[in-house]
C-alpha cells in the first residue's frame, strides 16, 4: 500500500538506529500512523530540517505493517513553529493526541481544529482559549464529552443561574457556587450552543472571553485525565514549572551587577 501527499504533523520521534527514526504523525486520513524514517539523521537528509513537531506537512509512505516506510516528506507552508509558551502549549496538544487517540483511528474531522489550533500558536493567539476550544472538540470527537446542555444523571435541562461541576462518571452535576471547577448552567449551554455551531473552532473561540478559562480548565482536565489514564500531562507538569521558575533575568556583558 502506497499512501501520496497526506496531510501530516509530527507528534513525536526517537532514534531507531544511528542514521534513522521511528515517527509518530498525526495524519487526515489515517488518523495516527507509525512510520520509520531511514536515513534521516545522515547530515546529507533533506528531511533534517522538515520532520519537526509542529509543522504542516505533506508525506508519503508505504507498507501494510504497523511500522510504515517514509518515502518523502515536504514543507506544506503556513506557517512555522511556534515559540517559547506556545510552543509547550503545543507539545501538550501532541501528548493529549497521542494518549487518547488509538493508531490507525481515522479522525479527519478532528485534524482541521488541531491544525487551526497549532496554527493560533504560532501566531501568538491566547494559549488558554487556543487550549480549551482543542480539547473541548477532541473529547467530543472521542464521544467522552456529554451534553453540556442537560443535567448528567437526570438529563434535565440546566438551570441558569445554578452552578454545575463536570464529573467523568456523571456528567454535570450540581455544585456550590464557591466551587472553583463550576460553572453556571448558562456558561455551559452556551459552550453546548458553540459546540453544534456549523465552525465550533470559531464559536468556540469567540465564546471564551465570556467564560471561566480556570474552571473550564478544570472541569475537561477531569476527563482527559480519567480517558487517558493518567492523573498529570508531562508537558502541563513543564508548563508550571516553567511559570513557577519565571523569566530569569540577563546578565550584564562585562560581568558586573550593575
Not at 65 to 71: H, Q, T
Not at 174 to 198: E, F, I, K, N, R
Request: net charge neutral; no cysteine; glycine share 8%.
Amino acid at each position: 500500500m502506497r499512501v501520496h501527499d497526506e496531510p501530516a504533523y509530527v507528534l513525536h520521534q526517537h532514534d531507531w538506529s544511528e542514521s534513522s527514526l521511528i515517527l509518530e504523525l498525526f495524519t487526515r486520513h489515517h488518523g495516527r500512523v507509525v512510520l520509520v524514517g531511514k536515513g534521516v539523521k545522515r547530515p546529507t537528509s533533506q528531511f533534517r530540517a522538515v520532520l519537526l513537531p509542529l509543522v504542516p506537512l505533506r508525506v508519503d509512505w508505504s507498507g501494510e505493517a504497523e511500522v510504515r516506510s517514509l518515502k518523502a516528506a515536504q514543507y506544506a507552508g503556513g506557517h512555522v513553529m511556534p515559540a517559547g509558551d506556545a510552543l509547550l502549549a503545543g507539545y501538550y496538544l501532541n501528548e493529549l493526541v497521542l494518549r487518547l487517540m488509538a493508531r490507525d483511528d481515522p479522525h479527519p474531522a478532528l485534524f482541521d481544529p488541531y491544525a487551526a489550533a497549532v496554527q493560533a500558536l504560532a501566531q501568538g493567539d491566547d494559549v488558554s482559549v487556543t487550549l480549551r476550544a482543542f480539547e473541548l472538540l477532541l473529547l467530543r470527537q472521542l464521544g467522552w464529552l456529554p451534553d453540556l446542555a442537560l443535567e448528567g444523571l437526570r438529563l434535565l435541562p440546566l438551570d441558569a443561574t445554578q452552578a454545575y461541576r463536570l464529573l467523568p462518571q456523571a456528567g454535570l452535576q450540581p455544585s456550590g457556587p464557591d466551587d472553583v471547577g463550576a460553572l453556571t448552567g448558562a456558561h455551559w449551554q452556551a459552550v453546548q450552543a458553540a459546540l453544534d455551531a456549523p465552525d465550533p473552532w470559531l464559536a468556540l473561540r469567540g465564546l471564551a472571553p465570556t467564560l471561566g478559562m480556570a474552571a473550564l480548565r478544570i472541569g475537561l482536565a477531569s476527563l482527559l485525565h480519567y480517558h487517558s489514564g493518567v492523573r498529570s500531562f508531562r508537558t502541563r507538569e513543564l508548563m508550571r514549572a516553567m511559570r513557577r521558575i519565571g523569566p530569569r533575568p540577563i546578565p550584564p556583558l562585562n560581568g558586573s551587577s550593575s
